[in-house]
């Protein structure tokens, strides 16, 4: 314990005031004849071992009276670092205040009100020659101010501070403090660590920091740890993670999410209650039963009633850290599609139709497309502009006044798939569809006759898939090695890119030959697959691949394919969009009005922009202010920073070698009421209870 | 008008103060207490030479043949005796007068009242080891000797009212009024029993239980020596601190003295030494119904 104001101890020598009165006042009494005598004798009797107690009670308050006061006005504390510093001398001191994560974990008092309420403690702790600093730590610690006697703007400082939702790099902090204090012209340096000390944010593997001396020489600074958990576990659960995924099995637009969630304390949990929330409204509800320290997941599924852009998000039972009991997907559910099937091959026998597979992938249970077949001529005379998207399979080059209108619907945003066959000219083609097509038609390449005996060992093969595309996405592991099994016996060849062109390869033969091509036109999207959607050219129609090629290629044409699932974003890091040409994302804004600017890469790749400042999901707004629905994202907290796994103080002795180490429950000046406030409260309350004797 | 106790102290004289307290009295009763007298027969006497011949029987001379002189007893309302407690105890008073001098007022008073209708009233004057007794007379000089030897008295000694009721017990011949003014501090567990035990002696007793202010408020503060007033005990205590005790104690003694008085089937009367005297006799006077 050391004393603001050591002088005012001489009072406690007031202590002995009540024993030398006890034992020097002989007043002579005042003699009185009395005639009831005997009353006052028994009396005395009867009342003598309670006024014996009483007086030594009252001795004891007064005592206590004169010796509670001038210790308070003494202004006493159990900052062991002034000990420290007594026993060293003083010292220029940096204070580190943790802001990670943990800090946000909330039993009776939020961990990081305790938290500056240790750091103004040890700043109020110093004494007046000695300069200080604060490094408030972040996830990247900003530039310290060096050490110095403004007291005042180290306070706001602290004041100003706020948690973060991330692990820090508390040994990066250290060094940084320990960096600040390499200027002052005083031999003792002094790092104060107010922390949570968890494992995730400090790191015991390396070595404590050292300073320079005043010669350059290193310099080991004395340590003062400051627990602000004041030795307690904290418990911890958090939803780690969410996949979703379409579910098509469960009808059009269901989709099932698998949720992860984990168990950071030593306790199981029975029970845990998680929520499902679209676009903020409850929809469903699961138990989830997690053993001590263990994971567990949870699928939970719902059907969307429309199409569109939606935030889900799983939300878990709140515990002391609710920040990481949610983590939100924004998903892009796709929206009922028509398609016009336009059928230049039209057949009695189903198996030999041209659209017969085609029809029947996209009228799939669980697809989004509703398809309208039609043969060449009747498909004419629709008005394009009632469907998402055409497809053309195996179609005589249209006549020029319908070529145009496909055109004019392709600009507007249509969607168009041509597939090719028998009834394909290439040239007739060129000159009515070449400017829509991604590539012009060379010629029709036979690899084998289909129906010869080796047929299937001459038909020429997929070797390439663009799985990076959206449409070809799903087709990993024994899906890819399915599609690449399928065999072609005939198919178009393709001119090379056109100037100024982008077309995109997305999947090619042994040979080289482009399979699956696309490309933008305007607003719109055209695909082209270089054989026939039935089994003349190609056995890509029975394939398990064909069905959820054909629906994707579909949703692909339309823009409906989620391809900002893939954004995955911590918080911390940054984000990169992909906004069509025609968009100039400039903001991403957080669900507490936060933004971040969004920066254009260089070539065309998409904005960026970051670091994510919380979680959850985020809005993207251009220039002017309008939302960009389609590009908006979710962001999480890391995993690894809700484990709130601390470091034991003899761990951190040990580290920190014979430093001292103490917790803020030691009574010391954490509490937020100085110990002479308690003193003058119990010398108050002496004195009351020394009246409340004095009356009876 | 009622006198209380600091304008009695100033009357010098048990007889003024008597005499004021038995106006003051006589104007609270608005009533004569005169009760008369008789002359009743008691028996015959040869006559002797020096017999009152007015006092001869005629008809039995003419019956007998001899001279047979009447012989009469001169019968009176009521024999009293008031018996003042002198111990050293009854010095104590805070207010002007002390308790003896209360005590004695209050039996002169009364002495005088008897007297006045004609009944005998006594004296006796006791402490331990003293009882100085005036016998009961009818006369009107009867009064000044009984004043006399009212003021006379000197408080001193132990209390000792066991031994003054085996006294009385022994001298009163028949039923007599004893009216005892004492504060009743007597050591003797027994002495307020034997006391009222001179009720089952047919005896109308009456017990002015004196009391003093500052008995009965204990109004002292700083530490303090009390001296007894009786013998040489003293103790040193602090007042407040044993105050509560100390009139929880007495205010038991003086309802236990009240509430024997009442099972003896006795007039009790508590006087206080700062109340005017005539209202405490009125009181004791009105509820004997005005008679004594």
Known sequence: MTFGQPWFLLGMLAAFIPLLVHLFDRRRPREVPFAALDFVLRSQRRTASRLKLKRLLLYLLRTLVLLAIPIALARPSFATQDLAAARRGVAATAIVLDTSLALRWEGRTRLFEVAKDEARAALRNLAPEEPATVVICSRTPTSVAPVGFERARLVNAIED???????????????????????????????????????????????????????????????????????KELPNRALVDVHAEAAPQLGPRAWQFTFTVRNFSKEAARDVELLLEVDGEVVQKGFVDLAAEGTAQKTLSWKFAKGGVTTVTGRLEADALPEDDAHSVVLSVPRALTALVINGSPSPQKYKDEAFFTEAALAATGSPVRAVLRDADAAWREKLSDYDVVLLLNVEAPPAEAADRLAEFVNAGGGLFVSVGDRVDPDAWNQSMGGVLPRKLRVIKTAVEPGQGDADTRAARLTQVALNHPVMVPFTGRAREGLLSTRFYRYALFEGDAQGVETEVLGTMDDGAPVFLSARRGKGRVFVFCSTVDRDWSDLPIRTSFLPLMQRIAGWLTGTLDEREEIRAKVGESVTLKPDPNQSPAWARA????????????????????????????????????????????????????NLSRHSLDALSDWLGEESVRTSGSGGPESSTPLWTWLITLAVIAFFFEGLLLRK | MLLDAATLSRITGLKLRARAVVEGVLSGLHKSPNQGQSVEFAEHKEYAPGDEIRHLDWKAYGKFDKYYVKRYEHETNLRSVMVVDTSGSMGFGTTGLSKLDVGRIMAATLSHLLIRQQDAAGVALVAQGRFAEIPPRSSAGHLGAVMDALESAVPSGLTDLAMTADAL?????RRSLVCVFSDFFDDHQDALKRILALRSRKHDVALFHLVDKAELEFPYDDPTLFTSMEDGRHVEVNPREIRASYLEEFNRFLDATRDACRAADCDYERVRTDEPIDEVLLRFLGRRGGKL
């Open chain 1, 161 to 231: 501070a706020t948690p973060g939702y991330e692990a820090v790099d508390l040994n990066r902090c250290l060094e940084v403090a320990a960096r600040s204090l390499d200027d002052s012209p005083l031999p003792n340096r002094r790092l104060v660590l107010v922390s949570a000390l968890t494992q995730s944010s400090l790191r015991l593997e390396s070595s404590p920091p050292l300073g320079a001396g005043l010669k350059g020489e290193k310099v080991k600074p004395e340590f003062v740890v400051r627990d602000v958990a004041k030795g």
């Open chain 1, 591 to 642: 669900g507490s009005g936060a933004e971040v600017a969004l920066t254009a890469l260089p070539q065309g790749d998409g904005v960026t922009g970051g670091p994510m400042p919380e979680p959850g999901p985020y809005l993207v707004v251009d220039a002017k202010g309008a939302t960009l629905e389609k590009l908006g994202f979710a962001v999480s907290i890391d995993a690894g920073a809700s």
């Open chain 2, 169 to 173: 017990a022994e001298k009163l011949p």
